[in-house]
């Protein structure tokens, strides 16, 4: 196989892999799309999130457990949905009923 043959889908990079020629590890089946691992690992977490697998605070934490390079490139369409994830701030501290201070238990 030619070098520089594949483009991962996540980051763009030429690499090269076929597991026919021996160029690649047979087990490594993710190398079809992705040129590492942690490509593949945030295809996973953006996937899930499109399917509704897990919801958008979900998908920041995983994210965020990946400790993806500062300044690591990504295809536009990828990156737009890394900076909505990133940028999602969790609703559940307001989801919280407040109480109203008016209403005041009767202790009989």
């Not at 690992?41 to 996937?47: E, N």
């Not at 536009?76 to 949905?81: F, H």
């Amino acid at each position: 196989m030619a070098k520089g043959k594949r483009t991962c889908i996540i980051c763009g990079a030429k690499y090269s892999y076929c597991p026919n020629c021996g160029d690649g590890d047979k087990t490594e089946t993710w190398r079809y799309l992705y040129d590492s691992e942690l490509c593949n690992k945030i295809f996973d977490i953006l996937s899930a999130l499109a399917h509704d697998h897990i919801k958008k605070d979900e998908a920041k934490k995983r994210l965020e457990a990946l400790n993806i390079p500062k300044g690591m490139k990504f295809n536009e369409s990828v990156k737009e949905q890394i900076d909505a994830i990133m940028a999602f701030e969790s609703k559940a501290k307001e989801d919280k009923p407040k109480r109203d201070p008016q209403i005041v238990k009767n202790e009989d």
